[in-house]
């Protein structure tokens, strides 16, 4: 069973830059890509950022340019580095590792 840990959540005011932090237990972390998720209340869950094993990244066209996506593979951690953070970034933030784990999300409070 493989276990995702989401960090890095909290309250912050708009304009702001959080990162956040996905320590992953599987041994096969660096050959597997790795995805950060959102969902806002009412909202279904969307892909937000995507990064490969070769560090190739893919991003929603809401949070291009604002949002970066990364990994260690030596520490099995994928981080989301959000700068410039709005109200509608406002949701639990998931990281996957698109083979059905899940980790149970953090915070991201965004105020005006």
Known sequence: ???????GGDLVQ???SLRLSCK???MRFAALPMHWYRQAPGNERELVASIGRLGN?????SVKGRFTISR????NTVFLQM?????????????TNGRGSWGQGTQVTVSS
């Open 1 to 7: 069973q493989v276990r995702l840990e989401e960090s």
């Open 14 to 16: 708009a304009g702001k």
């Open 24 to 26: 992953s237990s599987e």
């Open 57 to 61: 990244t893919n991003y929603a066209d």
């Open 72 to 75: 260690d593979n030596a520490k």
């Open 83 to 95: 700068n410039s953070l709005t109200p509608e970034d406002t949701a639990l933030y998931y990281c």
